[in-house]
């Protein structure tokens, strides 16, 4: 049984990975010309059609000035897909004590499905967050809004879960990196989509790296030039895991992610080869 909520602290900061459904996942096929069995040997598995572990996770910070959760899982549809957990991220919020009209900001990583999906409950119904700002990338919000895109499906997905949020004023737009609010800072991460961005979080010294699908597991970090096939640009996306894992480093950063299983921390560490994944 996969864990749906843990929560974990940063300095005076407490953070909760919550899961919006932990289903698992073969990955076989998921990065792009990658020979399966140099994966399946990183990752530690021998059948490369062995399903791994996977999550559509969210973070809660609390504790400082503001009440900030990043992303918003994949929503009610997530209920309907069978997977443990899947759908219920407002109830992991719930038993936490926290009430929906707490949360003061929603960041978002980007605007894939995954991440956005509990923005508004189901179609024309009331904000889930209803006094929540939710702030996204400007190159983000901009890419899925092109013309070209309107037929994809994915990108119908996103617009509705930022309308209702547009049109109630409650979109706020950043370029490159903006302290949200104190200790949590946005990091371009560009490539899996335009607007990627990654999430640096800083208490009493301590530092958490949060970083959305510039990598999905922590085998990527090691690896920046595997490239998952959902990726828009492979060229950026290597280059972002270079940033992250520079980064990572110079702050002595824990890191995890939203696919990441629950719950994994890690610290990457600079050795000879690249960099090394080190749990914490
Ligand atoms: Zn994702």
Redesign the pocket.
């Known amino acids: 049984m996969p864990k749906l909520s843990e929560t974990f602290t940063v300095g005076n900061l407490e953070v909760a990975a919550l899961s919006d459904g932990a289903p698992e996942r073969a990955l076989g096929g998921f990065f792009n010309g990658v020979e399966p069995a140099d994966w399946t040997q990183a990752l530690g598995i021998t059948d490369p059609e062995q399903p791994m572990p996977f999550n ?1 996770g969210t973070f809660l910070v609390r504790g400082g000035r503001r009440t900030v959760l990043i992303d918003s899982g994949y929503g009610p549809v997530a209920g309907t897909m069978g997977i443990t957990g899947g759908g219920e991220l407002l109830q992991r919020i719930e038993e936490l004590g926290v009430g929906r009209d707490e949360i003061d900001i929603v960041v978002h ?2 605007l ?1 499905p ?2 956005c999906g509990w923005n508004i409950p189901e179609e024309g119904a009331e904000l889930t967050f209803p006094k929540a700002i939710f702030f996204v990338s400007r190159v983000e919000l901009d890419h899925w809004e092109q013309a070209h895109l309107d037929d994809d499906e994915r990108v119908q997905v996103s617009r509705r879960a930022m309308a209702p949020l547009k049109a109630a004023g409650r979109v706020a737009t950043f370029d490159g990196e903006l302290e949200v609010t104190t200790g949590l800072t946005t990091v371009p991460t560009p490539g ?1 989509t335009p607007g990627h961005t990654s999430l640096l979080l800083a208490s009493q010294g301590e530092h958490l790296l949060i970083t ?2 510039a990598a ?1 597991h922590p085998v990527h970090l090691e690896h920046h030039d595997w490239i998952p096939g ?1 990726d828009l640009d492979p060229r950026e996306s290597e280059t972002s895991r270079h940033r992250l894992a520079a980064l990572a480093v110079e702050k002595d950063a824990v890191i995890t992610g ?2 990441f299983p629950i719950l994994t921390l890690g610290k990457l560490r600079q050795v000879e080869s690249g960099y090394q994944w080190v749990p914490a």
């Open positions: 559509f990583t980007h894939h995954d991440h899996h959305g699908d999905h959902v939203g696919h």
